[in-house]
């Protein structure tokens, strides 16, 4: 996906429930109306949990 | 965004408190919403010995790591379920938290000290793994904090596990389990004294705490746990939280606060009797424990498996006997969910 892009909009683009994940951006947590750059490695790290 | 504190540059939202936090001050926020559910919840005394259950994940990481900056005197323990590579895996960041910072983890390995593992138990239970697990780990939880003499069993159950479980214990009126679902139980016999300090936090808010605090925990989800219906519930709840921001919080609190007391026995415990295990004497049903039982059916299983493969009869096991078993284990005195598996 190409950038500049905030990380709301990303999050959005992929359909994914912010609750549910982190983004990171070169190993730092960023929030929501962060932007993004093409040359930012970012991680989508997912938080829930299942066991029972 | 700016930090709700300091006005410095934010690196997370949490929108049920319409705040932003930049690093120092999430942390202190996490802090503080442990510390009040400690406190309203009667969790754990100054001086109490706490003896914590980790998996290696974010939440049973980050509740240890919680409780000892809040001056606690808190153990780890870790239980091996044989969940194959998973389960080393998740031992080795458990035993790294640990050795990191000079604390101390007692561990048990299910294979090794009680002859079977997790698929072998849901195989002989006719059950989905999730309830073997869960009832291996209470079993083993229970016994740990019993012979260790610790005060207090802690779990890291955080808001999105409990929202789950009250919304599946809701859709099906259990009355019973809605009984048995508070933040905190208090000892008895057979039982250790339980909390779970974490759930005034969101599991989005604990991984959080993990990565800004450099907490390395298993990111992987437990192989077995793909697909189960807690899973779906927090879909559910997280859908609901996105338009309705505070959602599951309400939900929770509000259940606890209005209509929790409805459900409980003046005690907080259930009112059934329960004899001794003829094995290895914990609390039980019938002549032996819940899982004393499903030891003997996973052993029989192990036992079976050569000769089935070349025979054509049917599991042995009886469907309504390991049920009852499970029944049985969910009697005890403790909600059905221990938090992550291993």
């Known amino acids: 996906m190409p950038g500049p892009v905030l990380v709301s909009v990303l999050v959005e683009r992929l359909d994914i429930n912010r609750e549910s994940v982190l983004v990171v951006r070169n190993g730092m947590l960023v929030p929501g109306d962060e932007r993004l750059e093409d040359t930012d490695e970012v991680e989508i790290r997912p938080v829930i949990s299942g066991g029972s | 965004m700016k930090c709700r504190v300091c006005r410095g540059p934010a690196v997370i939202d949490v929108r049920r408190h319409n705040a932003n936090f930049c690093g120092d001050h999430f942390v202190r926020h996490c802090q503080e919403q442990v510390r009040r559910a400690i406190d309203d919840f009667d969790m754990i ?42 389960s080393d895996t998740s031992g080795s960041y458990a035993r790294r938290f640990a050795e990191s910072r000079g604390l101390k983890l007692l561990e048990v390995d299910l294979p090794t000290d009680h002859g079977f593992d997790i698929p072998t138990g849901a195989k002989a239970a006719k059950r989905v793994p999730c309830s ?82 450099g907490i390395d925990y298993l990111v992987d989800e437990c192989p077995m746990a793909a697909g189960n219906r807690h899973l779906g519930y927090k879909e559910l709840l997280n859908d609901l939280e996105v338009r309705s921001p505070g959602a599951k919080a309400d939900f929770y609190f509000s259940y606890l606060r209005n209509a929790a007391s409805y459900f409980r026995s003046p005690e907080g415990a259930p009112t059934a009797e329960l004899g001794e295990c003829g094995r290895c004497g914990a609390p039980a049903q019938g002549e032996l424990c819940a899982f004393c039982r499903l030891q003997e059916r996973a052993a ?3 036992v079976d498996a050569p000769r089935r493969r070349t025979a054509t009869t049917t599991d ?22 221990t938090g992550g598996s291993q």
Do not use: M
């Open chain 2, 45 to 86: 005394n100054p001086g109490d010995r706490v003896l914590v259950a980790v998996s290696g994940g974010k939440d049973s990481l980050a509740v240890w790591d919680l409780l000892l900056g809040l001056g606690f005197e808190a153990d780890g323990l870790y239980i091996g379920l044989g969940i194959g590579d998973y």
């Open chain 2, 132 to 213: 073997a697990c869960g009832l291996s780990k209470r079993y083993l939880f229970d016994r740990a904090a019993l012979e260790g003499n610790y005060d207090v069993l802690v779990t890291g159950h955080n808001l999105d596990d409990e929202a789950a479980v009250l919304f599946g214990n809701t859709l099906r009126w259990d009355v019973d389990y809605l009984g048995r679902q508070y933040p905190v139980l208090p000892s008895r016999s057979g039982f250790p004294k339980k909390a779970k300090p974490l759930v005034r936090l969101t599991e989005r808010e604990s991984a959080a705490y993990c990565l800004i605090t």
């Open chain 2, 300 to 302: 029989a299983v192990a």
């Open chain 2, 316 to 337: 042995s096991v009886s469907a309504e006997t390991t049920t009852s078993d499970i029944a049985a284990s969910h009697e005890q005195h403790h909600d059905s969910y």
